[in-house]
Structure formats: C-alpha cells, structure tokens
C-alpha cells in the first residue's frame, strides 16, 4: 500500500513514500534533511546540498531553521542550487532570495559556503562559472543530497520538456532556455544531479497528481525529464503527500 507513509521501493531506480497531508510530508522532508546532513558531516565532516527552487521547498527549508536550528553544525554546511532562474540574486523569483528569506539566511553558515548560481547576461558563462565552483568545492566528493521538484509538465530542476540541456552528457551545469517562454535558466544535468549520494524528488499539492503517475510510470527517455531521475547505483527518493499521489495504485508499482 503505497500510501501508507512508509518507504517503498517503486522500481530499481527510485522509492517513493507518501504522507497523508502536506503538513506531514514537509515534516519527513525536513527530518530527512537533517539526518542526511548529520551522517553526513559526522562521515566526512561535510554536507553539500544542492537546494530546489520553486514553491514546494519552502515550508521545508522553514521548518529545516525552525525545529532544527540546534541539530547540526552549520559551519560544516555548503549551500548549492539546483537550478536558478536569470534574475538578480535579489528578486522575488530567485530560487537563492527563496532559500534564503525561508530562514537559511538566519543560519550560522559562513557566507563563504554560500555558493548561488550567479546569472550574468551571458548565461553560457555562468553557468561555466558555476561548474568551475562546483569542481573547486567538492574535490572529488558528490553532493550529499540533492534536492528537486517537479513542474506539472514533468520538468525537474530546469530541465524542461525538448530542452537542449536534456542531451548533455559531460557538463554538470549548463544554460538552458525554456521552451514554451524562450526564458533562460541555469541548471544541473542529468549527470550533475546523479553525482550525489542522495536524491529527493519532493511533490505535494493535488495540482502535481496527474504529472506522478505520468512521471513514475515512463521511460527514462520519455518526454518527462523527471523520469530519468535516479540511477541503480543513486535511487531517487519520491517524498509526496496524498493528495499528489492520488492517482497512484499499488498495481502500478514494479
Ligand atoms: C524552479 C525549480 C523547479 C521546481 C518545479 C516545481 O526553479 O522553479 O527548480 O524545477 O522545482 O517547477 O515548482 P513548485 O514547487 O513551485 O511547484
């Protein structure tokens, strides 16, 4: 029974666990962080954690500073991004301003572990430059988590439907223009967000129902970008609530 609240194994690729309200599915997601980042820094004396944008994360990333403000060491805690849009750092669409004004810029992490995706007029080179950081911070360490959504369009970080950044292979941190608004993102691949001892996938809310079992149900080249998140070796980790898997059945499940 999928939606029982416990972890699932939905294929080879990902588990996915459903809480019966949002309150509790932003409750699990905020506790999952945090324990993600205490074995991470209690193993390697670290936590990378690239954060997701949009709306979704940000009862998370308050109730993260809220309830667990006492539960990790922030020094050790380097803040990334997904994904970003091409607005100032300081605009109400930045997924940085988002994270930060939840509460992270309450957070005692050293500013210098703050790592946004800058986004100069030449989105080409800033997303180089960003990759330049990513190299230069991490060393040869994934990320310890890495954190998305999903657009009711199956998109994932700004990995939109027949966008040219779906193709690459080499590159962690590529330009990308949204197809149907010609606006410019910057973005993880595919492999960037593969590099990462873990993946989540949060979806809550009735408006991501009919895109779940779309998403979870095909190939990994479908014309969902969001399917072909999580590996054998990386399992992706669906964190939903019920009323965004509403139309998932047991017998969907592999
Ligand atoms: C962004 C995000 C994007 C987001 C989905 C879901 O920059 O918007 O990275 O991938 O996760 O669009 O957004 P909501 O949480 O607002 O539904």
Redesign the pocket.
């Known amino acids: 029974m999928i939606l029982d609240g416990s972890i699932h194994s939905w294929d080879e690729r990902r588990d996915i666990i459903a809480l019966s309200t949002e309150e509790e599915a932003v409750a699990f997601a905020a506790e999952h962080w945090i324990h993600t980042a205490q074995r991470a820094i209690q193993q390697k004396g670290h936590f990378f954690v690239a954060l997701?944008?949009?709306?979704?994360?940000q009862k998370i990333y308050a109730q993260i500073v809220s309830r667990y403000k006492d539960a990790i060491d922030w020094t050790k805690v380097h803040l990334f991004w997904?994904?970003e849009?091409d607005v100032p750092l300081n605009h109400t669409e930045s997924?940085y301003y988002m994270a930060m004004e939840s509460g992270f810029k309450t957070l005692p992490i050293p500013p210098n572990q703050i790592h946004p995706m800058r986004t100069k007029a030449d989105t080409v080179a800033s997303a180089a430059d960003y990759e330049d950081l990513l190299h230069r911070i991490l060393g040869p360490s994934p990320f310890d988590l890495v954190m998305?959504?999903?657009?009711e369009d199956g998109?994932?970080?700004?990995l939109f439907p027949h966008s040219l950044a779906l193709q690459e292979e080499e590159k962690w941190v590529v330009s990308n223009t949204i197809p149907t608004t010609e606006k410019k993102r910057i973005t993880f691949s595919f492999k960037a967000i593969h590099h990462s001892a873990r993946i989540e996938i949060l979806v809550i809310g009735q408006s991501k129902q009919a895109i779940v079992p779309l998403v979870l149900n095909s190939a990994i080249r479908s014309p969902f970008p969001a399917s072909a998140i999580g590996t054998n070796e990386v399992k992706a980790l669906w964190i939903l609530d019920r009323a965004a898997a509403h139309l998932l059945s047991d017998s969907e499940r592999s």
Do not use: K, V, Y
């Open positions: 997701s944008g949009g709306s979704t994360p997904s994904d849009r997924n998305l959504g999903i657009g998109h994932t970080a700004s």
